[in-house]
């Protein structure tokens, strides 16, 4: 891919309302993931992998965090002279300014962005979902289609393609149908949310969007039927590896689990496609004399003296004697005092749970117990 | 701290020659996992707010560039100041000893020249100790000294350090060796920049000279001062101080003092992810590191980045380097196991805890 064949406009001004109290102060794609990562590392890091180094993130909902932590884009080696990271937060012009009103319209008020950089193709991308894609090989099957969108899409379950946005496709990919939810799916092909643009195509479709009063100003509701009212030439790009859209926080407590055991679902060991972070500077974990771990993930930084079992340690997690964690995700600071018990639990970043203090059930039928991020949990409160 | 600048000497070689150093210079040799010896004299210095380090670079310098790069995980990557790789003299010719060799510094003259900075800290990359510059540089311009030097009273006998005679906290005397009691060097010191450039005219005779050793003689001239640090100190010259310094850090009140997040020891980040305790592991009293994948036994020993540990493997009393493979069955005891090394399956790599054994970095 050469510099500017191709930009990536990544969305990352979700709240992410559905995790709760893990983004009340943090936007969902600067959640912490997976223990030393944050969740907009997927997205970035794949961009870097496949290439592109002209990154538009566009942010909205409290973004100090996501600003800070993206910083120069340095960390994903996107710190390039005449393209890199730019952070796109909503703005102000001498007609006035507007919040970001669905994602073609964060896009729409960018377009001077994309026009600045003046790409032939722009990927669109969401900055909360986990995977790992080169974005390379979906852009050769966008040139090879002679396509004006590139949709990639996944195949889920029957039963459960009711519950996405499915395309219909002939055999040669191109799209004939999308449907949103469909009570009677006749394909099962999901849309990831991922999308390769033939730039001028986008550019039109945006401007016709903005001016329709009537639209939503979303891409999967409003632009692609258009397109293809239009008779558009739309493909879909077909992806079979690991994906997730940790929207809920069941969704976030599973795939966090999806990392451990013997053979993982996803590998985040690979080194070819490494995943890069903007990881803090500690020292190694440590795990002490009666310290007991199993099956877990542990980030630098962490102190172990208690039990820890089938569970995800972040940076800087402390486990305090005859405390014991399990199937649980301690984010960064996350603090489980002497003889606590944390069982199915997400603790939020720099929480604390005091001595002696029980969080969370083995019952299944009970939700994931979640405690905010800088939340003390001491004894009676839960 | 804009009006100090810092200087870190690597050309010198310890003088236990051992198979750890023999591959890379003692900067660069890798500790507690994932830093490298060099660390703590370049986050000192950062730390307190110097943001101009000169590296006076040894012949084998290739390990050490490859470590502080542009020196952006200092914050050194300055447009004006930060990082300087400074060229040392030739070994053979000097003698390896002098930590702070004369001609290296003379040849360097012009890092020092260009400088508007009232002084100089200087440290080699020997000594593991966390340590507030500031307040050393504060008690410096109280005292009105010439040259502060950082101190502490040897815990012990230690053949490898330089002790100072010092009277009413000013030095008299310098000599090599340091029996206990005695007011250790830590080769950490603060110099006004202009009395710097005034002594590589002074000593330009004797360039092949420590610093300290043409300074001797005057002692009554100069006015150099000690500051007392009474932390955690660990000088780093042999085998068996390295292979302790890595076990102090075993004790969680030791790294506490040595990695506080306020003045954290910065290091080269790489992209690893976490460690994987695996399912049926064991692991008890050990440091981890990133990229490691444990499924065996591991206890009161160190692991570098990315090691792996296999089913039925056991590693004890040892430290394990970057990237090594413990295969199923072996057995890896009161050693040191350099880098890239695979301790093949049902093999046994054994020391006392008197005498590690040290298994030389694999060839790449």
């Known amino acids: 891919m050469s510099k500017k064949e191709c930009i990536a406009m990544l969305l990352a001004g979700g709240q992410g309302s559905r995790l709760g109290a893990l983004t009340s102060n943090v936007a969902k794609p600067a959640v912490s993931f997976g223990g030393k990562f944050r969740i907009i590392d997927f997205a970035l890091s794949n961009c870097a992998n496949s290439g592109i180094t002209t990154v538009g993130v566009l942010t909205q909902y409290r973004p100090y965090l996501l600003h800070s932590y993206i910083g120069t884009g340095e960390a994903w080696n996107l710190d390039e002279r005449g393209g890199g990271v730019a952070i796109l937060p909503p703005f102000a012009t001498q007609t006035g300014g507007a919040w970001y009103e669905g994602t073609a319209d964060a896009v729409t008020q960018n377009l001077g962005y994309i026009e600045t950089n003046d790409p032939e193709y722009v990927l669109i991308l969401s900055g909360d979902q986990l995977y790992r894609m080169d974005y390379d090989d979906m852009l050769e099957a966008h040139k090879r289609n002679n396509a004006d969108l590139t949709i990639a899409v996944m195949p889920v379950p029957w039963e459960e393609a009711s519950r996405f946005g499915i395309l219909t496709a002939g055999e040669d990919g191109r799209i004939t149908k999308f449907t949103e939810k469909p009570k009677k799916p006749d394909s099962n092909l999901a849309s990831m949310g991922i999308y390769i643009f033939s730039a001028d195509v986008l550019i039109n479709s945006l401007k016709e969007d903005a001016l329709d009063q009537t639209s939503d100003h979303d891409f999967g509701g409003n632009i692609i039927p258009k397109l293809l009212e239009e008779g558009k030439r739309l493909f879909t790009y077909e992806f079979n590896g690991f994906w997730r859209d940790v929207g809920t926080i069941s969704s976030y407590h599973e795939t966090s689990m999806d990392l451990l055991g013997p053979n993982p679902a996803f590998d985040i060991f690979s080194t070819t496609f490494p995943i890069m972070s903007n990881a803090s500077t500690r020292p190694p974990a440590f795990v002490g004399k009666d310290g007991s771990v199993d099956d877990c993930l542990v980030a630098n930084g962490c102190q172990i003296y208690g039990t820890a079992k089938h569970s995800i340690l972040s940076t800087d997690a402390y486990v305090g004697e005859r405390a014991t964690v399990v199937d649980s995700v301690l984010l960064p600071g996350a603090k489980v005092k002497d003889g606590a018990h944390v069982v199915r639990a997400i603790l939020g970043e720099n929480s604390v749970v005091e001595e002696n203090v029980s969080v969370g059930s083995v019952d299944q039928t009970k939700d994931t117990a979640v405690i905010g991020n800088d939340v003390v949990v001491g004894k009676g409160e839960n | ?364």
Not at chain 2, 154 to 163: F, H, I, L, R, Y
């Open chain 2, 1 to 364: 701290m804009e009006k100090v600048i810092g200087l870190i000497t690597c050309n010198y070689s310890t003088k236990e020659s051992s198979p750890l150093t023999e591959s890379r210079p003692a900067a660069s040799l890798p500790y507690f996992g994932r830093y490298r010896m060099v660390d703590f004299a370049l986050s000192n210095l950062v730390n307190c707010g110097i943001r101009t380090v000169g590296m006076v670079m040894p012949y084998n310098y290739r390990s050490i560039i490859d470590h502080v790069g542009s020196g952006k995980d200092w914050d050194l990557d300055r447009k004006n100041g930060g990082l300087f790789i400074l060229p040392g003299s030739a070994f053979g010719t000097s003698r390896t000893g002098a930590r702070f060799l004369l001609r290296d510094l003379i040849h360097n003259k012009a890092y020092f020249t260009r400088s508007t900075s009232d002084a100089v800290i200087f440290s080699t990359a020997n000594f593991v100790f966390n340590v507030d510059l500031n307040k050393v540089y504060d008690a410096h311009k109280a005292s009105g000294a010439d040259v502060t030097v950082l101190t502490k009273t040897a815990p012990e006998k230690d053949p490898d350090v330089t002790a100072f005679d010092v009277e009413d906290g000013r030095v008299q005397g310098v000599h090599h060796g340091a029996t206990f009691g005695e007011s250790m060097f830590l080769d950490c010191f603060v110099i006004g920049r202009q009395l710097l450039l005034d002594m590589f005219d002074w000593y330009a005779a004797t360039d092949y000279l420590d610093l300290f050793e043409a300074m001797a003689g005057d002692f009554g001239r100069v006015n150099v001062r000690t500051y007392d640090y009474d932390g955690y100190v660990a000088p780093v010259f042999s085998k068996r101080a390295f292979y302790r310094a890595n076990m102090d850090l075993l004790n969680p009140r030791v790294t506490a003092e040595l990695f506080p997040e306020e003045r954290s020891i910065k290091t080269k980040t790489h992209d690893t992810p976490p460690a994987k305790f695996e399912v049926g592991s064991r692991v008890i009293n050990s440091a981890v590191s990133s990229g490691d994948r444990i499924y065996g036994s591991v206890s009161d020993s160190i692991l570098g980045r990315n090691v792996i540990v296999e089913a039925g493997a056991t590693v004890r009393n040892s430290i394990v380097m970057q990237g090594c493979v413990v295969k199923s069955g072996a057995r890896v005891e009161n050693a040191i196991v350099d880098r890239a090394n695979v301790v093949p399956a049902g093999t046994e790599l054994r020391g006392t805890p008197e005498d590690v054994l040290i298994k030389e970095k694999a060839h790449e």
